[in-house]
């Protein structure tokens, strides 16, 4: 079993930056792939970016693709996500997740664990 809590959200301006943790409960966080999700208001939850469980590999939307940086601490048992050059179309709840050694990162339902999410909203 793993928690996910996510922090770090708010209120900026268009090309600002802001940065979003995920703390993880339990002993077996090293195990999981992480991934970051979104969903604006009326639309469909969206994979943003996902990192394997040990932190080699990264994967990204093309709409945050040079934008968004995904990383991971396995010894503090937290994933961040650094989001830069902000745009408004970036506002969205913003959800990290847990994929405990499905194959694939990008569809939602390879992942096992979800935080409660964080909210970002980017003014123009």
């Known amino acids: 079993q793993v928690q996910l809590v996510e922090s770090g959200g708010g209120l900026v301006q268009a090309g600002g930056s802001l940065r979003l943790s995920c703390a993880a409960s339990g002993r077996t966080f090293g195990t999981y792939a992480m991934g970051w999700f979104r969903q604006a208001p009326g639309k469909e939850r969206e994979f943003v970016a996902a990192?394997?469980?040990?932190?080699?590999?990264?994967y990204y939307a093309d709409s945050v693709k040079g934008r968004f940086t995904i990383s991971r601490d396995n010894a503090k048992n937290t994933v961040y996500l650094q989001m830069n050059s902000l745009k408004p179309d970036d506002t969205a709840v913003y959800y990290c997740?847990?994929?405990?050694?499905?194959?694939?990162?990008?569809?939602?339902?390879?992942?096992?664990?979800w935080g409660q999410g964080t909210q970002v909203t980017v003014s123009s």
């Open positions: 997740a847990a994929n405990r050694l499905r194959p694939g990162v990008r569809p939602e339902t390879n992942y096992d664990y």
């Open positions: 990192i394997s469980w040990g932190g080699s590999s990264t």
